[in-house]
């Protein structure tokens, strides 16, 4: 291992299409590390590193795999016997001596890491294909690196010979752990992390550190999630979309064009939230489908037809003409100290607010330097539909949850729906209880803060749950 | 807290969204993270001056020329109410109960009525607050600045209403201000009677124990505000008549002496709690400041708080390319060949597969696996004539199994590949193992070389 033992740097090896990218992939959360299906596709070693706060942690080396594997043991040997050096200063010599030589560039690349920064290794196989003898080159040349090393058995086939495998490997590799980048969860990623930490025993603590930053990190995110889907839920539910119409009944013109809108800006809302979420999990390659829309399932809208003078509403405006005539009868009744009896006042309210509506028509109509005073508007939305903001949350839920778990090793199309069992996931006891007392105050279009927490919070734990993240 | 700082705060989180900026802030005052308030502030005041901040600016523009005007008209109104109400025409006196209604009894129902809404003020709908003047005043006041606090408004819906509110209670302290600022500017210069009459049955007694029980709050450091029972008495006015009787005119210079038990109405009654009301409320609307703050400033502080996980990776991916000609791919298996050589594979395998492709061959070689390369050189000497390859399928092709196959190729007259599956697959190769097989193959580049798949 470098002698910088708070950094721990890994060269990940292997025989080609052994998955060596995608654990790379998996481990440093990156979706943008190339997976080819074809072998040899990588060239030169690539290293990521994982930071906190601009402090390296964790590296991670991606290399090419074997190409000539006996051949470059054959060369080691003979390093050995004609120069009589141990077999790590072979390795060392043979790096420095055909570095540049075409025929063992892939073994160069490898070997960069290991003899450069004195990487610990980690071999990788694919435990569901035979064990061969021909790996035993890989296996031996490894070992005459003399650096910390283990092995990881990566299942990408339906076939299992692990057993086979782990048998041929212990006799090369101390830790030898079975992993699979593609169906990983946070567990497995973590579990492999703390076995690198048992490579050398000198790594444990710092290893341990990574772990422990990586489930704050994990837990920061599920968090975030939990406030965007309530965020969301909340702009889609009490979203109000407007337009002014003509005349004081809106035609059925308006009101579908007003509708089509209103679907445009809830889908929309929707959308931004998901790529939200993906650039939050890192999944902005990621190809995913949806069986429906939002904007397709059927939600009960409640449509208005409105005016306003001035930028007033009607009942605004009334309030104003009550108010106004109060103060005016007010001042009449000062000014017979009294003996009216305040009626005046009373008068003056009801009298301004009769005329204000009265005329209220009227003043709208009038044109002010060619604009009209007043406007008439059409307005669809608040939804009213009680089912609503659990289609909205599940959906979203869902896709925070999907984008949580899945490896960034995974390159297929991901189903983004919510199977029908998926609302009883989520959707029980406080939760139950916490959400429909948020949902109930954006209905009835009241302050939600306090509730909007208590569900947020609760959609928190939900994914945990989902994600089965242990304390 | 107040409105122009909040203003600029949420600005201030519009603008500032560097997740890595955040956490290096957090990071140097890593203490404070126990501490939002602290460190919200502390943020704000490091940050502020990196950006020009409008909303605070024009928010408060709007505040004070909204306040004064406000507070004016309040002060002017309560001026003018005074002089109103105490006004003596020299017919009939000026009635203290009259008095005391508009500067006990309306102003009491108003503080009320402000006390609702602010109660009310975590609402975003507060009818005790649209109900008032002031929240007209400021729909219509606000309009010119709508474009630049339309964002503002979006994330903190009751800023103004908050705003309103405490200004309602100073409004009102203008308004008593101005009151009581008309009482001793028309006491100071003008001769007032003031008697107390009503239609009520009440005896002088009974109204001197009210009064002494209403004027409690002042009666230890201003006695001389309390009227007594003789004031009380002298003061008793009958409308019958229609003038002003002997025993008041007698008593004319004492009667002047209610002038003092207004002005402590006024400052205690109508002064003191709208003070106390005023300061309550700001020290509350702050609270709700700060909490809607925290809330618009949660992933901030969080991100100020929690480390930034992130990978960087050093080099640029170099993929290789492949020169893929068109490989030779035949699936017409022949069955006799010269040589079969078995790749990677023991003898009991290469067997199986023999015998599962039906081949049959004058000579079988072994090739690959734990052999050294100077075996497999020695071995593929004895290559001649056509050729069948048997390699594992699910096994991509390493440079040096190209390599074997180069070698052989060069000694055979013509070379099949046959690439094998495993047994759960039927023995047969993966589709896309074959494909894979067939690009690297056609990498040779040798026209003799087919693949049977």
């Known amino acids: 291992m470098s002698d910088r033992i708070d950094t721990p740097t890994f060269a990940v090896v292997g025989h080609p299409n052994k998955g060596k990218s995608s654990i790379v992939a998996a481990l440093t959360r990156r979706d943008d590390v190339v997976v080819s299906p074809m072998p040899g596709t990588t060239r030169t070693h690539r290293t990521y590193t994982l930071e906190a706060d601009g402090k390296t942690l964790l590296r991670l080396v991606d290399t090419p795999g074997f190409q000539r594997a006996r051949e470059v043991l054959e060369r080691l040997e003979a390093i050995r016997r004609n120069e009589g050096v141990s077999r790590q200063e072979a390795v060392v010599r043979f790096y420095r001596t055909f570095r540049h030589e075409a025929r063992y560039a892939d073994e160069i690349e490898l070997l960069a890491p290991v003899v450069e920064e004195e990487a610990g290794i980690m071999y990788v196989v694919d435990g569901s294909k035979p064990y061969g003898e021909e790996f035993e080159a890989e296996m031996e040349i490894l070992r005459w690196c003399a650096r910390p090393s283990m092995a990881v058995i990566n299942r990408i086939g339906k076939g299992d010979y692990v057993d086979a495998w782990r048998e041929a490997l212990s006799s090369y590799f101390n830790i030898v752990r079975t992993y699979n980048p593609v169906t990983a969860r946070l567990q497995d990623h973590l579990r492999l992390l703390e076995s690198m930490g048992h490579a050398d025993e000198r790594l444990l603590p710092v290893i341990r550190n990574v772990v422990r930053y990586f489930r704050e990190d994990y837990r920061h995110k599920l968090r975030q999630s939990a406030r965007i889907v309530t965020e969301t839920v909340a702009h889609i539910v009490s979203h109000r979309e407007s337009m002014r119409i003509a005349s004081q009944k809106a035609t059925e013109k308006e009101k579908a064009e007003l509708l089509e809108r209103y679907k445009q800006s809830v889908r929309k809302m929707e959308q931004k939230a998901k790529e939200t979420l993906r650039t939050l999990w890192n999944h902005t390659h990621l190809s995913v489908r949806e069986r429906t829309a939002l904007s397709q399932e059927p939600f009960d809208l409640f449509s208005e037809e409105s005016a306003t003078l001035f930028g007033l509403s009607k009942r605004e405006l009334l309030m104003a003409g009550a108010i106004g005539g109060a103060a005016t009868g007010a001042g009449i009744d000062l000014l017979f100290v009294g003996h009216t009896l305040f009626a005046g006042g009373a008068i003056g309210a009801i009298a301004g607010a009769i005329g204000t509506y009265a005329a209220f028509d009227t003043f709208a109509n009038m044109k002010i330097m060619g604009r009209k005073a007043g406007e008439y508007r059409l307005s669809i939305g608040p939804i009213k539909d009680r089912n609503f903001p659990y289609v909205v949350t599940g959906r979203l839920l869902f896709f925070a949850s999907q984008l949580a778990s899945l490896s960034h090793a995974y390159r297929d199309e991901v189903e983004m729906t919510p199977a029908e069992d998926f609302k009883e996931r989520w959707l029980s006891g406080s939760t139950k209880r916490d959400c429909e007392a948020f949902f109930k105050a954006l209905r009835d279009e009241k302050e939600n803060e306090e509730s909007m927490r208590r569900c947020e919070e609760d959609l928190y734990l939900v994914l945990e749950s989902i994600l089965d993240i242990t304390r | ?453």
């Open chain 2, 1 to 453: 807290m107040r409105c122009e700082r909040f203003a600029d705060i949420v600005e201030l989180l519009q603008l500032s969204t560097d997740r890595e900026a955040l956490r290096a802030f957090g990071m140097k005052y890593e203490e404070a993270c126990k501490n939002p308030r602290k460190l919200l502030l502390l943020w704000y005041e490091t940050q502020r001056k990196k950006y020009s901040l409008r909303w605070g600016e024009t928010l408060g523009r709007a505040l004070y020329r909204f306040s004064l005007a406000l507070y004016a008209s309040a002060f002017l109104f309560g001026f003018l109410a005074a002089m109103g109400l105490l006004y003596y025409n020299g017919k009939e006196p000026v009635n203290v109960i009259y008095f005391l209604f508009a500067a006990f009894v309306l102003p009491t129902v108003s503080l009320l009525l402000s006390l609702a809404a602010t109660f009310k003020a975590t609402k975003t709908h507060n009818p005790f607050l649209h109900i008032g003047l002031s929240y007209v005043i400021e729909r219509l006041w606000f309009r010119r600045y709508a474009e630049t606090l339309k964002p503002l408004l979006k994330k903190e819906k009751r800023l103004l209403d908050w705003a309103v509110l405490t200004r309602t209670h100073t409004a009102a302290l203008a308004f008593a201000s101005g009151m009581l600022t008309g009482l001793l500017v028309t006491v100071a210069t003008r001769d007032i009677a003031f008697v107390w009459s009503t239609t009520l049955d009440i005896d002088p007694h009974t109204f001197t124990s009210w009064l002494q029980t209403f004027a409690a709050p002042w009666h230890v450091w201003w006695p001389q505000a309390v009227p007594d029972a003789t004031l009380i008495e002298q003061s008793r006015y009958f409308r019958l008549g229609g003038r002003i009787d002997g025993k008041l005119i007698a008593h004319a210079q004492s009667l002047g002496a209610w002038w003092k038990f207004l002005a402590a109405t006024i400052l205690f009654y109508t002064m003191l709690p709208r003070l106390v009301a005023a300061l309550a409320t700001r020290y509350y609307i702050s609270r709700l400041m700060w909490r809607s703050l925290l809330r618009l400033a949660r992933e901030h502080l969080a991100a100020m708080c929690t480390p930034v996980i992130k990978t960087e990776v050093r080099q640029t991916q170099e993929v290789r390319t492949f020169d893929m000609q068109n490989a030779c791919t035949t699936s017409e298996k022949q069955t006799d060949y010269d040589t079969l050589v078995v790749v990677g594979l023991n003898e009991t395998q290469g067997a199986l597969y023999k015998e599962r492709e039906g081949i049959d061959a004058k000579r079988v070689l072994y090739v690959g696996g734990a052999r050294s390369r100077a075996q497999d050189d020695e071995t593929l000497q004895e290559v001649k004539g056509v050729t069948a390859v048997i390699v594992k399928g699910w096994e991509p092709p390493t440079f040096e199994l190209l390599d074997t196959l180069r070698a052989i190729a060069s000694k055979a007259t013509r070379t099949f590949i046959i690439p094998v599956g495993l047994e759960e697959d039927g023995f047969a190769p993966d589709a896309h193992d074959l494909a894979v097989w067939e690009k690297m193959i056609s990498t040779l580049k040798d026209d003799t070389l087919c693949l049977i798949g």
